[in-house]
């Protein structure tokens, strides 16, 4: 599969990072194309940055970014037509009452209607996302009204090395974006560390 990470911080670049461990095509975009953050990350890691055509021709666009870029970085991609997993980072989205009541995922299947929408790994830090060396796998929550995209994305998730997890309906991200902020309150303010992750049991395989 082609894959672009829509979004170069650290998030990005730890989703980006983790994405090598896959056997797919890896892409990176900034903001706007030739961004020097994106071209100094592509050079980092190795990729490429990903042109408009090569974001409108992959097959999954990862969304990452804080919840104030939404609106900006949607109309970069009207109109595409494949999978986007929505990464969008812990801030005030849900805490802001000029918002309305949807989760910032939802957000994004608003803005781009004709995209699959998938919601996944907002209760873990980039470290986590990053680390590949976990003796235990790092649960990914995630929730989408397409099951063929959520089936595909989980699949991804395994390549990843996460364990993922289903989570129904793109409605749940509402639950999923609020547990980051419970990742944030153990990991940051209770002192327990950037490394931190949630891990579900499962009694049975899905």
């Known amino acids: 599969m082609k894959i672009t990470v829509l979004g170069t911080g650290h998030m990005g670049a730890a989703l980006a990072t983790a994405l090598q461990r896959t056997p797919h095509d890896v892409y990176l975009r900034g903001s706007k194309q030739g961004s020097i953050t994106c071209i100094d990350l592509c050079q980092s890691l190795d990729l490429k940055e990903a042109t408009d055509h ?49 989760s910032a995922s939802e957000t994004v299947a608003q803005l781009i209607p004709t995209a699959k929408v998938v919601h996944g790994f ?6 986590t996302v990053q680390d590949s060396n976990k003796t235990i796998k790092p649960s990914v929550v995630h929730c989408s009204d397409d099951s063929a995209a959520l089936d595909k994305v989980c699949n991804l998730t395994r390549e990843m090395g996460f364990k993922p997890v289903q989570a129904g309906r793109l409605i749940n991200a509402r639950f999923a974006e609020a547990a980051g902020f419970l990742w944030g309150a153990i990991a940051i303010e209770e002192g327990y560390g950037l490394d931190t992750f949630f891990e579900v049991h499962l009694e049975k395989s899905k």
């Open 54 to 102: 090569d974001l409108f021709e992959s097959d999954i666009v990862f969304f990452v970014m804080p919840s104030s870029f939404i609106e900006s970085a949607a109309e970069k991609i009207k109109g595409f037509n494949g999978i986007i997993i929505s990464v969008v980072g812990i801030d005030n989205y849900l805490t802001d009452e000029k918002k309305s009541s949807l």
């Open 122 to 127: 907002t209760w873990m830090s980039a470290e």
